[in-house]
């Protein structure tokens, strides 16, 4: 697991407030300053502006031609140099710099503040908190008496101290002084680092939603004053939270710009820390090979550094990795070194890995006693965070497990489980909290083995549906509630016996996969291979599909490999021509288990044995095996919709797919949206939530980074900024529809999160409510589409269910002559059962 220390502002005070402009350095060959004074703002600015290089050599130039003949400036240039120093991660370099007394004469000045401030964060980069606090204490009692304008900077650097220290209601107070300070001056530059502050705080506290709104907020303030250094801190420190709230997509991505930014401006020691950062991103998205060569590289430049909060990290994950691959000397090297440096005191923010990862050495070893000495430390540690306990409580249970204490070991696991459960209960934003269990899956993984290791396949499958669907059940029920790990009986084979199918729930673990096979009368756990292996031929054969090639001759092998991986050893629980519901995991969200060949009697797919449905947990559908189908039919009809943008050209067979459904409801009993007239605030006010269907023929967009950005592109209104009805607007809206069909690309989303599934238009409308929908995988024809939905809709007004009707629809392209009976036509389509 990856360890975190946020960054705090590497932007440190200046003099002057800052221009927006960019000012071009001395040593670039702008207007030759006239006085010392003009001198040292334009390297000021510099500074400000992130030129950290050119800054070095402007304010060396200055030192050595001992420009404004005094000693005053020769302490301002040295304290301005120090300042430098620091934001290049040269701690001890700044130390010895400012080593002498000042001179009397300078004794109640600013330069004295601002030596004192440079010394103490000096200190405080170098984890030497205790000379940290007596400098810092010194400039505030020095800028209170004799430097009021001083004040603000340095509270605000108490505050960051403070946030080391874990002493987080008095950091609190401290950087709240500091914004009100600097609002009253209206000193923007000061404004903008106490955001940054006050989100590190928030992201210390594991109030990661708080911090990403700060740090947003203070991104675009610094990015208006052009403060890069401060940009690539706010970067950098957003990425811890995606990275802790489980969305490692987008902790890659800032950290990568973090990093980039950083090395930009010469920040050298930083953009080493933000590479950290994009290694254990890759180590969370399965990339070992790319982390462990980031690691690698990083080492051995923070060595040269001597950046010790640096080297741990790299050493600790190193270690991981190594664990990862079996080889434990090489692991226990690696950690025996990180400990080193910790207990010399060069480094307190990385303890608790190191003991974590030294834990499981010993635990390999089997050495049990040092094992559980380690890991009970951790949980002894008040300052623990709870990513640190859960995996401390889940490597106990391991350690337990080994040692053939079988009650001990699922007491741990219990306990893991509720703090993960907790956490996310915090969680209190919808977007962010649909990540969440990414973080803490792997003890999930963990404890499913365990049980089935026991023989225990119905525990297991509990524990499994304690992952899924969580945010969407949250959502439908109106609150987040903490789930105990043992709280949850969803009585499947009842569900399986009202719905009249076979149910198949994968879990898709590191060792070994399972499936479940559900059905009125019994509950057979089956192994499966590992999810890498899984994975891997999922997503080729999917992208096959998706590619238009005709799969049943070009990727025959592939696709049978699939179905004898997933479905074959279950195919003697699954009656002909039955109904089969599906609970993915992992890859399989975006497979369309239809397109699976079956090798006999004859090569075909799978969709002509079986009608299949996909649900998201057992829970939810535990439900709606109870819900009968509407009495009365009313359809809300949206779309052929009016270009918005050349990105979205106008649909030509759009006007035809309408007609073919809108002919199955006579005209009292439907609402049509076209043209001009469909516009997401027309949708909005047409009261959607009466309606049994919804049908949406137009674009859709599927957002990977952020999934409630995903929306159904429609008309723009006269007086509208937007065409877009965004799936964050869809969740807001209460419906009950029977069935909302999305006839548009990706409407189903196109990323899965752990438990959760893919999260995108289809998700959304499940979330507000729907009790089915039909969203599509992959872009979709608009050829083939028309001709496939009327066939849907024939079938629905014959009194054939939406799976049913579904299949019969998707069969007559696959039984037609054309190209239409290709997967990549008929395919994309699948149904989701909500609640």
């Known amino acids: 697991m990856a360890r975190t220390q946020w960054a705090s502002v590497v932007h440190l005070t200046s003099v002057i407030l800052l221009s927006t402009l960019v000012i071009e350095s001395w040593a670039s060959g702008c207007r030759k300053a006239d006085t010392p004074n003009e001198l040292y703002e334009q390297i000021v600015r510099t500074v400000d502006h992130g030129d950290l290089n050119a800054s070095l050599a402007n304010v060396e130039k200055a030192l050595n031609q001992n420009v404004g003949n005094s000693i005053e400036w020769h302490w301002r240039f040295l304290v301005l140099k120090a300042r430098i ?115 590190r705080l928030a992201t210390s506290e594991e109030h990661f939603g708080d911090a990403i709104d700060r740090n947003q907020r203070a991104l675009d303030l610094s990015r208006s004053l052009d403060m890069q250094g401060l940009v690539a801190t706010i970067l950098g420190n957003t990425a811890w939270s995606y990275y802790e709230l489980g969305d490692f997509e987008k ?10 930014v950083s090395e930009h401006i010469g920040q050298t020691g930083y953009s080493f820390y933000w590479l950290t950062g994009v290694a254990n991103s890759y180590l969370a998205l399965n990339d070992p090979s790319s982390a462990q060569s980031i690691f690698t590289d990083t080492l051995k430049r923070a060595r040269q550094l001597g950046d010790a909060a640096t080297i741990t990290i790299c050493l600790d994950s190193l270690a991981e990795i190594s664990l990862k691959v079996g080889r434990l000397n090489e692991a226990a090297d690696y950690n025996r070194e990180a400990l080193k440096v910790e207990e010399a005191g060069l480094d307190h923010f990385g303890t608790l890995q190191s003991w974590l990862v030294a834990g499981r050495i010993e635990t390999s070893r089997q050495h049990f006693a040092q094992g559980e000495k380690l890991f009970q430390r951790v949980l002894q540690d008040r300052q623990a965070d709870t990513p640190s306990r859960w995996e401390a409580q889940a490597r106990l249970a391991k350690l337990h497990d080994a040692q053939g204490l079988t009650q001990k070991a699922e007491k741990e696991y219990h306990e893991s489980i509720d703090t993960i459960e907790v956490a996310r209960s915090l969680i209190t934003q919808e977007e962010l909290r649909v990540s969440f269990l990414s973080r803490g899956i792997e003890f999930y993984d963990d404890y499913i083995g365990f049980l089935i290791a026991h023989g225990r396949q119905t525990d297991a499958l509990e524990v499994g549906e304690l992952s899924r669907a969580r945010t969407l059940e949250d959502g439908l029920r109106g609150s987040v509630r903490h789930t105990k790990s043992s709280s949850k009986n969803t009585q499947p084979q009842l569900s399986a016996r009202r719905l009249g199918a076979t149910l198949l729930f994968y879990w898709l673990g590191e060792k070994h996969s399972y499936l479940w096979v559900i059905t009125p009368v019994k509950t057979t756990c089956l192994t499966l291979p590992a999810a890498s292996e899984i994975n891997s031929d999922a997503k080729s054969y999917q992208n096959e599909v998706a590619a238009s090639d005709d799969v049943a001759e070009t990727h025959r092998l592939a696709g049978e490999k699939l179905y004898a991986t997933l479905v074959a050893p279950a195919q003697k629980l699954i009656p002909p021509n039955s109904r089969v519901i599906l609970l993915p995991d992992a890859s399989l969200y975006s497979l369309n288990f239809e397109t699976l060949i079956v090798p006999a009697p004859k090569p075909h797919f799978w969709i002509e044995d079986v009608t299949v449905t996909t649900a998201s947990s057992l829970t939810l559908l535990a439900s709606a095996a109870a819900r009968p189908a509407p009495k009365e039919k009313s359809l809300f009809l949206v779309g052929n919709t009016i270009s918005p943008s050349a990105d979205f050209p106008a649909l030509p067979q759009a006007a035809a797919e309408m007609q073919h459904v809108e002919q199955y409801f006579p005209p009292p009993h439907r609402e049509i949206l076209s043209g001009s007239e469909a516009t997401p605030a027309a949708y909005l006010s047409s009261e959607p939530e009466n309606f049994s269907y919804l049908h949406f023929v137009t674009h859709g967009t599927a957002s990977r980074a952020r999934p409630l950005e995903s929306a159904v592109i429609l008309s723009k209104g006269k007086d509208e900024d937007t065409y ?36 995108g238009l289809s998700w959304a409308f499940l979330r507000a409510g729907a009790h089915n929908v039909i969203g599509a995988l992959w872009e979709v024809s608009d050829a083939s589409t028309p001709q496939l939905m009327d066939k849907l809709y024939d079938g629905l007004s014959h009194g054939e269910d939406p799976a049913s009707a579904l299949r019969a629809a998707k069969l007559s392209l696959l039984h037609s002559d054309g190209v239409f009976r290709k997967p990549y036509y008929w395919a994309p389509f699948q149904l989701y059962a909500g609640s």
Not at 251 to 260: D, G, P, T
């Open 85 to 199: 120093l620091i934001s290049r991660s040269s701690f001890q370099d700044a130390l010895n710099l400012l080593h002498d007394e000042l001179p009397a004469q300078l004794a109640a000045s600013d330069v004295a503040v601002r030596k004192k401030l440079m010394e103490g964060i000096a200190h405080r980069y170098g984890q030497e908190f205790e000379k940290s606090a007596r400098d810092l204490e010194d400039a505030l009692a020095l800028a209170r008496s004799s430097q009021p304008r001083l004040v603000c900077e340095a509270v605000k650097a108490i505050g960051e101290l403070q946030v080391d220290e874990k002493k987080y209601s008095e950091a609190d107070a401290s950087f709240r002084e500091a914004l009100q300070l600097a609002r009253k001056e209206n000193r923007q530059d000061q404004i903008a680092g106490a955001l940054v502050d006050l989100a």
């Open 724 to 759: 877009k009805l965004y799936a964050r607007d869809i969740v807001k809206r209460r419906l009950s529809a029977y069935l909302v069909t999305i006839s548009a690309c990706n409407g189903a989303g196109t990323r899965a999160y752990s438990g959760e599934g893919l999260v």
């Open 251 to 260: 902790a890659l991505a800032s950290f990568k710009e973090a990093a980039r």
